[in-house]
């Protein structure tokens, strides 16, 4: 059916278009509006929830109609687009952004005080948007805000989930896990009933001759599950391009609707299969750098990336372009192995669907997708039982065997005398039951796959690729080190902060290009330059020591030295270490004279971060946390020289309060093992300095701000394996520092010794696979030499104000324009200059 209105009844249309306010006073009379009617409330009756929904209603008429024409002018333009496939989109708060983003801050800002609230006050209604775990879904969502910045056409597909990462609450010192229903007032998000997919699951394939003599395959029978759009709108900082997140959703089929159930009187099974539709997106997967092979997952995937996909195919389709032209059209980017059924999806699509043949189907494929890897830890790496795959998806199954099939014979062509390799490499693996290894067919079905920071992405040629490498050659592998977006983690997290590098590097350019920090070089020894610097990270601090006040009744004193590590828990990101580390210095600090202790730096030490609720061993180390610092909090011996603070249920909107009030922040993960990190960045661009090892992006950031400015220490991603391999076959000897910690732990200083059996026998007994003792010397000397950098203030001022004005790198603009460049070969798309005005 057209839907689009006749030539002779436009002008009506353009009369009455929609237009948003333009200052002040319209943006008033925008919110009151909505109060009063779209709300149905009034002036007697609206809180700063209210507000918050007015004002967000208010800005989104604006954002839409600038999203509406950054869509018609993509489909006018018809050119390549792309497509980021990601099961995790970590996006925290919209207004604040939206705000910035199209530059009505200062208007939303006085506007709202003139109706009588502050602006900070109705930012912290919202409720962050947490469809994410950790740093792969945060760095999905600052590519969102660099790729609509950069006018790049471009569109995020993920899942719609009822429950993001759930709540963090600490009983007890324990976590304990909540629920949280995100979605009862979401003002950023716009249903599209009309935007329906049928997803297919379980069934048969059948194999048979046309009347043409040609061979078709169907796949039938099974289970049918809807997938309903849902749009949210990313606007670019200072440019009307405003992207299209599309978020699918669950719901039973409404042919599917078992009618013979119903008219049987079976009411209530007919609606237990309605649930069990929209169980599909009822819930984000807990677990960062996990996987656990369960069947709804897969279900998840196959859902998401059938939609996108066939969202996609549809988009191309209209332009009537032959198929060879698709992947001039259409770049795909798998943001890890989670939408790699999209390649075979595609396959699918083109041979059965669209009559293609194999081999003209795979050059399309392969062409289109780009395959980001984002961890070398084995148990994250994604494998499906062969028996539950076949029967979710059975024919998935059999063009997984032929592309692999295809695949091996090409290798065998190419290496005749390399019997193991085909074992190694197969995308099959020959275990019982066998296992489809998902990275294998990301690489075979990509024509470019990336790691995330420079080691990470040499380790994967030489460890877990290393085969690949040899395959196909040196130039499908490459590296795209991430970036973090300066828009949310400078100037939305650190206003004070920006708003001086602006008054000295000529405006906010440098939200746009990062690179212009470079300026501030000149006044590393500005005195007055450098008390405002200073006086704006203290006020930071009084920030997070209020924050600190309300949510855990301890007082910290600002003045102190706050030494920070917030992230998912987890052993090889080594909190256990940091925790031994503040034992020892407790443990020093009890063995010390008053008049020893009086030339100590204060220190106050802070943790937040979830762990998997399954992940026995980082609750446990959570809970040693809380422990610590029940006791050290306490005891008078130890006063403001050291507080223990664990921060709970850490998030994006947290995350902005305390990123910019680090003085120190740690980032010790085994060296090898993270493969980037993003929150290092995010630190450093505060003026906070960082602890941490030869690993992921640390290793550019020290390249980037110089040695001198940076605290690492450690052993080398190169000497883990053989340090392991000791372990594992020579004596461990325990450092003598962490023994004493241990003889603390286990004399119950920290309650009942049991409670921390696990964390402490898996050092002493079971080979310190994360090597915490192996560094622990090397830890506990660099923090000495933090306490005696942190004394003279004025020079690690000069550190910080040094390491923020050589921080451009890591933008995340700078990151997306190498992914259009080498991986995507796509073009910005920019507006006309009458439309930036309107
Ligand atoms: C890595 O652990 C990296 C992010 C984003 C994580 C972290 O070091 O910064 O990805 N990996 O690239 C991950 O979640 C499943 O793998």
Not at 313 to 330: H, M, N, P
Request: net charge negative; hydrophobic share 40%; glycine share 6%.
């Amino acid at each position: 059916v057209e839907a689009s209105i006749p030539e002779p009844q436009r002008e009506a249309w353009k009369k009455f278009q929609a237009k948003g306010f333009t200052n002040k006073e319209e943006f008033e009379r925008e919110v009151v509006r909505h109060v009063e009617t779209t709300l149905a409330r009034s002036m007697f009756n609206c809180d700063e929830t209210a507000a918050y929904a007015a004002a967000s209603l208010a800005l989104r008429d604006r954002l839409i109609t600038q999203w509406n024409r950054t869509q018609q002018r993509q489909t006018f333009a018809d050119g390549k687009r792309v497509y980021y496939l990601s099961l995790e989109f970590l996006m925290g708060r919209a207004l604040d952004n939206a705000m910035l983003n199209i530059g009505a801050k200062d208007i939303a800002k006085d506007g709202l005080a003139d109706l009588g609230f502050r602006i900070e006050d109705i930012i912290s209604q919202e409720h962050d948007a947490a469809l994410g775990n950790g740093g792969l879904g945060r760095l999905a969502a600052c590519f969102l805000d660099s790729m609509a910045s950069l006018n790049i056409p471009a569109w995020g597909y993920g899942l719609r989930y009822r429950y993001g990462i759930f709540k963090q609450e600490i009983v007890d010192g324990y976590q304990v896990e909540v629920p949280d229903y995100w979605l009862d007032f979401n003002p950023w998000e716009f249903p599209r009933h009309d935007i329906v997919v049928d997803i297919q699951f379980y069934g048969n394939v059948r194999k048979y001759q046309n009347e043409q003599g040609k061979n078709v395959i169907t796949w039938d029978g099974g289970e049918v599950v809807q997938a309903v759009a849902y749009d949210v709108p990313i606007p670019g900082y200072d440019t009307v391009s405003t992207n299209n997140m599309r978020l699918w959703s669950s719901k039973a089929a409404s042919g599917e609707f078992d009618f013979q159930k119903f008219n049987s009187g079976d009411y209530e099974s007919s609606v237990a299969d309605q649930q069990r539709a929209e169980t599909i997106s009822a819930v984000l997967y807990p677990n960062d750098n996990l996987d656990r092979g369960k069947e709804l997952r897969l279900k998840q995937q196959y859902f998401w990336v059938a939609a996108s996909l066939y969202d996609i195919v549809r988009r191309f389709k209209k332009s009537k372009r032959a198929w060879v032209e698709f992947s001039d059209q259409v770049a795909i980017q798998l943001n890890d192995t989670h939408p790699t059924l999209a390649i075979v999806e595609l396959q699918r699509i083109l041979i059965d669907l669209e009559g293609l043949e194999w081999d003209e189907a795979w050059s399309i494929v392969t062409k289109t997708f780009g395959y980001t890897n984002h961890t070398v830890l084995p148990e994250a790496l994604e494998k499906w039982s062969v028996p539950l795959f076949q029967n979710l998806l059975p024919r998935h199954l059999q063009i997984i065997y032929d592309i692999n099939l295809y695949f091996l014979q090409t290798v065998e062509r190419k290496f005749p005398k390399e019997r193991e390799l085909l074992g190694r490499v197969s995308i099959i693996e020959e275990s019982q039951p066998k296992m489809i290894r998902m990275a294998y067919l990301a690489i075979v079905g990509s024509h470019k796959v990336n790691g995330v920071a420079e080691l990470h992405s040499d380790l994967i040629k030489t460890t877990i690729f290393k085969d690949f490498v040899r395959i196909f050659g040196p130039d499908n592998f490459t590296n795209v080190t991430n970036g973090i977006t300066p828009r949310r983690w400078l100037h939305q997290a650190n206003p004070r902060l920006s708003e001086l590098i602006a008054s000295k590097t000529g405006g906010l350019d440098f939200l746009k290009d990062l690179n212009i920090l470079n300026e501030l070089e000149k006044f590393v020894d500005d005195k007055e330059f450098k008390k405002e610097w200073a006086e704006i990270k203290y006020a930071n601090k009084v920030r997070l020591a209020k924050h600190i006040k309300t949510t855990t009744g301890v007082t910290v004193n600002p003045s102190a030295l706050f030494d920070i590590q917030v992230k998912r828990i987890h052993e090889y990101k080594r909190q256990q270490m940091n925790i031994f580390g503040v034992i020892h210095r407790y443990l020093t600090i009890k063995a010390m004279t008053p008049e020893e202790r009086k030339k100590l730096a204060p220190r106050v030490s802070i943790f937040g971060g979830k762990a998997a609720p399954g992940y026995w061993m980082a609750k446990t180390i959570i809970h040693l946390i809380n422990q610590v610092g029940s006791v050290v909090n306490n005891d008078k011996d130890v006063g403001d020289l050291l507080k223990v603070i664990f921060l709970e249920d850490y998030n994006v909107s947290k995350a902005e309060i305390i990123v910019p009030a680090s003085d120190i922040s740690e980032h010790i993960s085994t060296a090898g093992t993270e493969a980037s990190g993003t929150s290092n960045m995010k630190f450093v661009l505060n003026g906070g300095l960082i602890i941490g090892t030869c690993d992921g992006a640390n290793i550019e950031i020290t390249r980037e701000i110089g040695e001198n400015n940076i605290f690492l220490f450690g052993n080398l991603a190169e000497d883990v394996e053989d340090l392991r391999h000791a372990h594992t076959y020579g004596a461990h000897n325990l450092d003598p520092d962490l023994a004493k910690v241990f003889d603390a732990i286990k004399a119950n200083t920290f309650g009942d010794a049991g409670s921390f059996g696990a964390l402490v026998s898996a050092i002493e007994d079971h080979g310190d696979y994360y090597l915490v003792s192996d560094d622990f010397h090397s830890y506990i000397q660099t923090q000495a030499l933090v306490d005696e950098a942190y004394k003279d203030q004025d020079e690690w001022v000069s550190k910080t104000i040094l390491s923020v004005s050589r921080m451009g790198f890591f933008s995340s603009d700078r990151c997306i324009n190498e992914y259009a460049e080498t991986i995507w070969n796509v073009e910005p798309l920019v507006p006309e200059p009458q439309e930036r005005n309107g």
